[in-house]
């Protein structure tokens, strides 16, 4: 069974959640995340859920792109099989690129927006 588009995505956004939806699928978890730096560059995580280390898909992928080199954001994808709450992954994020917008899209296919700069 395929799952249904997020309408109101553009062809950038829709390859993050693409690589949100792939990053869930292979963690076996229930939420993936993608960010695009500002240099164009993906990345893409599941969450962490160890006894002794706790993160959401979007600090994975934040982190992961920092250790990386990446000096700023421009978007972050949170794809879900439930509704998204606020993420803590929003604060690294908008940390290091005031700027950036994070957009949740749940099972169905809606689309969210869970921080939009100001």
């Known amino acids: 069974m395929s799952r249904p588009a997020a309408s109101g995505l553009d062809d950038e956004d829709s390859k993050l959640l693409t690589l949100a939806r792939g990053a869930m699928a292979r963690s076996g978890g229930d939420t993936g995340a993608a960010v ?3 240099d ?3 990345y893409a995580a599941g969450a962490v859920a160890l006894t002794s280390l706790r993160l959401s898909a979007l ?3 934040v982190a992961m792109a920092v250790a990386s080199g990446a000096e ?3 978007a972050a994808v949170i794809a879900s099989g439930a509704d998204v709450g606020e993420d803590p992954g ?3 994020l908008t940390e290091v690129s005031a ?3 994070a957009l949740a899209v749940d099972s169905s296919g809606d689309v969210r927006h869970l921080a939009v700069p100001a």
Request: net charge neutral.
């Open 40 to 42: 164009g560059r993906t």
């Open 59 to 61: 600090q994975v992928a």
């Open 72 to 74: 700023g954001f421009e």
């Open 36 to 38: 695009r730096d500002t």
């Open 90 to 92: 929003l604060a690294p």
């Open 99 to 101: 700027s950036a917008y």
